[in-house]
């Protein structure tokens, strides 16, 4: 089975020959968002149905370097390439605003985040993918005990800008972060747990120290930051990530790649992973449209 | 209109077949997104210029790097920066004055 990245629905065949057909289809009544993705990932160039299966079976290709390897080579092509997503721009030299913009969206992020998180711990019977959650779950929400969750950190980022918690607590999600929120929200309460789990922790590769391995252009934020950002608590925040999504990543994409493989599913996950980094995108673009909010307001 | 483009007017893609009016012509475009992004660039231009027509519009760039362009009514001429979201327009930088001649 595989599914449209663009628009999700789902195929029985492994071949992309139906995906492909799919595509034509889209494109030749001119639906944006599938033009749009082929522009961006295949081709500017229209080819004819045959021509076009062949590019999507390079395009999802992993044979060379493995499931896992494919995902963040595809992740770094899409977030970090020569010409990265906007909000990647903006945090290399980030404002104020760029800050409480990311403050703002990523908190709507983290509580959807730990759903996410606990409904593949429902969803799947294995051991090591539940206490690999829930050490995740520890970590962004509540806090081991002796270091806060990323939770508190970011929102302590927040207040170091001049945003207090409360206007964050109370804000609304901006539309883009609304509707990525409500997909991952379905797909993790409705489709397959290892569906789930790489469309999440898939997103962790953002801020990934190991991107430049993979051909990424950038990295998440210029690492002088952590030398001295805008604030302290700015640099906390960006350095727990950076020391902990990195392994996180890492290590979830190992399980997803075993289990894909186990599963017979390395087609499923393939096309789950680029549905969802494709919310993503948009998901970013929300943090950059935030902080353009607050530098009108304030 | 001249254009430096074949395909789709504003990112010179094949796919797709949407036809719009701009400016008084029919022009191709992939999707009605790049139509609305066009149509809201050159009016853009126009604004910022207040020429009452633009005769041509050169484009170099791509979604997520935004797009440079050079546009000339007669003599007259305006380099510019633009990004666009769901064709509407997000940044536009002015590189020059408008005013110097077509080189
Ligand atoms: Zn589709
Ligand atoms: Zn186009």
Redesign the interface.
């Known amino acids: 089975m595989n599914i449209c990245p663009v628009c999700g629905e789902k195929f029985n065949d492994n071949d992309l020959s139906s995906l492909s057909a799919h595509f034509l289809s889209m494109?030749?009544?001119?639906?944006?968002s599938h033009?749009?993705w082929?522009?961006?990932y295949i081709s500017?160039?229209?080819m004819p149905q045959d021509k076009l299966a062949d590019e999507f079976q390079r395009f999802y290709d992993f044979t060379e370097g493995g499931l896992a390897d494919w995902i963040k080579k595809r992740f770094v092509n899409t977030f970090f390439?020569?010409?990265?997503?906007?909000f990647v721009l903006e945090m290399q030299e980030p404002s104020k605003y760029t800050i409480m913009g990311y403050v703002t969206e990523h908190f709507h992020f983290l509580k959807q985040w730990v759903r996410s998180c606990a409904y593949i711990i429902a969803r799947t019977d294995f051991r090591d993918i539940q206490k690999y959650e829930l050490d995740n779950i520890s970590e962004e929400y509540f806090g081991d005990g002796s270091r806060p969750p990323h939770i508190e950190l970011l929102l302590q980022m927040g207040e170091s800008v001049g945003l207090n918690r409360e206007t964050v607590m109370d804000s609304k999600p901006l539309k883009k972060t609304e509707n990525a929120l409500k997909y991952w929200d379905h797909v993790s309460s409705s489709e397959h747990w290892l569906d789930a789990m790489v469309s999440m922790h898939s997103l962790e590769l953002i801020a990934d120290k190991n991107v430049k391995m993979y051909g990424a252009n950038y990295s998440y934020f210029n690492p002088k930051i952590l030398n001295g950002g805008i604030t302290k608590e700015t640099t906390q925040f960006l350095k727990a990530g950076y020391e902990a999504d990195q392994y996180h990543s890492g290590d979830a994409l190992r399980l997803v790649e075993s289990y894909a493989k186990q599963l017979d599913m390395e087609r499923e996950v393939q096309s789950y992973f680029l549905r969802s980094a494709d919310y993503f995108y948009s998901y970013l673009?929300g943090r950059s449209?935030r902080g353009k909010m607050y530098e009108k307001e304030l | 209109m001249k254009r430096n483009y074949d395909g789709c007017a504003l990112c010179d893609a094949t796919w797709g077949e949407y036809w719009r009016e701009v400016e008084g012509e029919r022009m191709f475009f992939c999707c009605s997104i790049c139509a609305d992004a066009f149509e809201n660039m050159v009016k853009r231009v126009k604004k910022e210029t207040g020429w009452d027509n633009v005769d041509s519009v050169s484009i170099e760039g791509n979604y997520a790097r935004g797009r440079d362009c050079v546009a000339t009514s007669g003599e007259k001429k305006i380099e510019y920066f633009f990004r666009h979201e769901d064709g509407k327009i997000t940044e536009f930088r002015r590189k020059d004055q408008g005013t110097s001649p077509v080189p």
């Open positions: 494109a030749s009544s001119s639906d944006p033009v749009m082929l522009n961006r500017t160039k229209k390439s020569k010409d990265p997503n906007i673009e449209e």
